[in-house]
C-alpha cells in the first residue's frame, strides 16, 4: 500500500520503518530540511536501537522515502497518518495546533478519498475535531471530496520502539466506515496480531488508559517500596509474588526512583485535564502523580540522612536519560536529582553512555565524566539512576577502591545487595529489607 506519514519525529519514523519492513511503500514528510538530509543518509536524530541500520536498508530498497513535499505525497497516497507532537500546555491540556495545521493542509490538498489516521497521542474527541478542520478546508475549496478520519493509536516503548512498531502485542483502530476498515485491514495485514476495532473515541481513550495504568502501577509499587522499607519487607520480592498471580502480572512493577520520559506524564497531565473540563475528580491519577513527584525527594532524603548532610558532598549519579536504551531525558528522574542536589551545594559528577549532551547545556555546573569509573573518582555517595546494561556491569570493586565514601544507594534495584555489601559498600536501594 501507499503510506504517507506527516512528521519525522520518534513515532513518525519508527512507525514508517515498520511498514516499509511490512512491505508498503512509506513517504514521510518533515519540514524540517535537515532532519530530511541527515534520515536520507539513514541517520537518526535520536538514540533507537536498530532503527538506523532497518532504515538504511529500507531507503536502499526504494521502500521508504523523506520529503518536503505534501502535496505529492498526499497524492500518491492512500492512507495518511498524523505522527506530529502534541506537547503539553501549560494547563495540562495538549497542544493540538500541530495536527490541525495537518489536518488544514489535507483538507487544502486532497484530490480523492483518503484514510487519515491520528497516531499522535490526541485527547478524546479529537478525531471529530479533526474531521471538521479537513471538511471546512474543503468547503472552502467547494469540494466534495470523501475521506474517513481513524485512530490508530502507537504502544512504543522508547528504546524497544522498533521491536514494538514491528511486533505489537495489539493494534487498535478506532474507524467508523467500512471503507476504512478495509484500508487498515490490509495495512496490517502481515503483522498478525490481535486487532481491535473500535469506535475513534475509544480507540483515543485506550491509549490515555493504557500509559495511566501502566503509571498506576509503578507510583503503586513505588509507594508500596516505601511500606516496605519501614516494616522490614523486600519490595522486589513482594512484586515477585503478587506478579505470578496473572490477574496482576509481573510487568511495571519495577519499584524506583519514578516514572519519566515524554509519555506517562504528559499523558496523565492530559487526561486529568479532560477530566477537569467534564468537572470529575480523577482521585486516582492525582495521587499516582504524588507519588511520583516525591519518589525521588523520599530517595535523596535517604541519601541525606546517611551523608548526615549533602552540602559540599561530592556525589556520582549513574545515568542521567529517563530510561536506558534512550538519549531522552524528558522528565528524567536524573533532572529532579541533580537540581536537589545543586540546592543543597553538592558537588555533582555524572555520566551517562548517550544523553550527556542533553544535560550539559541545562546543568553547566555538573562535572560529566566519560565512563562510570571516573565518574565515582573521589565520590562520597554512588547514586545508580538509570539501570544502563553498562553502568549495572560496571566493575564494582574497582568503584569501591575508586570512591571517598563506600556510600552506594541504587534507585533502579538493579544490582545485587549481598554482592555490593560484601565488596564493602553500604547498599541502599528503594524498599529493599
Ligand atoms: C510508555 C509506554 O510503556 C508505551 O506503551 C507507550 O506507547 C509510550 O509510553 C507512549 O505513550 O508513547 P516509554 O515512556 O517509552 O513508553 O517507556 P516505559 O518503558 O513505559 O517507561 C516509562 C518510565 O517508567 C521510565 O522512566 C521507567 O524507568 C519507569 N518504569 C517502568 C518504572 O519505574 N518501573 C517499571 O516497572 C517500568
Known amino acids: 500500500m501507499k503510506v504517507a506519514v506527516i512528521g519525522a519525529g520518534y513515532v513518525g519514523t519508527t512507525t514508517s520503518v515498520a511498514f516499509a519492513h511490512y512491505g508498503h511503500k512509506v513517504m514521510v514528510v518533515e519540514k524540517d530540511i535537515e532532519k530530511i538530509k541527515k534520515l536520507r543518509n539513514a541517520e537518526l536524530p535520536f538514540y533507537e536501537e536498530g532503527v538506523e541500520s532497518l532504515l538504511k536498508k529500507l531507503i536502499e530498497i526504494q521502500l521508504l522515502k523523506f520529503t518536503d513535499n505534501i502535496e505529492l505525497t498526499l497524492k500518491q497516497s492512500e492512507v495518511i497518518f498524523i505522527t506530529v507532537g502534541t506537547p503539553s500546555l501549560p494547563d495540562g491540556g495538549a497542544d493540538l495546533s500541530y495536527v490541525e495545521a495537518v489536518g ?14 491520528t497516531k499522535s497521542t490526541v485527547p478524546v474527541g479529537t478525531g471529530e475535531w479533526l474531521k471538521s478542520v479537513i471538511q471546512e478546508e474543503l468547503d472552502n475549496r467547494n469540494k466534495a471530496i470523501p475521506f474517513d478520519v481513524v485512530s490508530n493509536p502507537e504502544f512504543l516503548r522508547e528504546g524497544k520502539a522498533l521491536y514494538d512498531a514491528l511486533f505489537p502485542d495489539r493494534i487498535v483502530v478506532g474507524c467508523e466506515s467500512d471503507q476504512a476498515k478495509v484500508k487498515m485491514k490490509k495495512l496490517y495485514a502481515d503483522v498478525g496480531k490481535t486487532t481491535l476495532f473500535t469506535n475513534i473515541r475509544d480507540a483515543e ?16 509499587i513505588n509507594e508500596l517500596a516505601r511500606l516496605c522499607e519501614k516494616t522490614g519487607a523486600n519490595v522486589n520480592q513482594v512484586a515477585k509474588g503478587m506478579g505470578l498471580d496473572t490477574r496482576i502480572g509481573e510487568q511495571f512493577l519495577q519499584a524506583g526512583i519514578g516514572y519519566g520520559g515524554s ?15 467534564v468537572k470529575l475528580p480523577m482521585t486516582i491519577l492525582e495521587a499516582v502523580t504524588e507519588v511520583n513527584r516525591s519518589q525521588s525527594e523520599w530517595f535523596l532524603k535517604k541519601v541525606e540522612n546517611s551523608l548526615g548532610t549533602l552540602e559540599h558532598k561530592r556525589i556520582a549519579l549513574l545515568g542521567l536519560s529517563f530510561k536506558p536504551g534512550t538519549d531522552d531525558i524528558r522528565e528524567a528522574a536524573s533532572l529532579k536529582i541533580i537540581k536537589h542536589l545543586m540546592q543543597h551545594n553538592a558537588s555533582v559528577t555524572a555520566y551517562d553512555p548517550q544523553a550527556t549532551h542533553h544535560v550539559q547545556s541545562l546543568f553547566p555546573e555538573v562535572t560529566y565524566a566519560s565512563t562510570p569509573l571516573e565518574a565515582v573518582k573521589k565520590a562520597d555517595a554512588v547514586l545508580l539512576v538509570t539501570e544502563w546494561e553498562e553502568i549495572v556491569d560496571t566493575n564494582w570493586q574497582q568503584v569501591k577502591q575508586l570512591v571517598e565514601q563506600p556510600f552506594l544507594f541504587d534507585g533502579r534495584n538493579a544490582l545485587d545487595p549481598n554482592k555490593m555489601r560484601e565488596l564493602g559498600f553500604r547498599y541502599d536501594g528503594v524498599g529493599l529489607a
Request: charged fraction near 25%; hydrophobic fraction near 50%.
Open 263 to 277: 509519555c506517562f506524564p504528559k499523558d496523565l497531565q492530559a487526561i486529568m485535564y479532560l477530566a477537569s473540563e
Open 104 to 117: 488544514r493542509e489535507i483538507g487544502k490538498l486532497i484530490d480523492e478519498y483518503k484514510v487519515i489516521v
Open 205 to 220: 481513550m485506550i491509549k490515555y488508559a493504557s500509559n495511566a495504568f501502566l503509571a498506576t502501577k509503578i507510583s503503586f
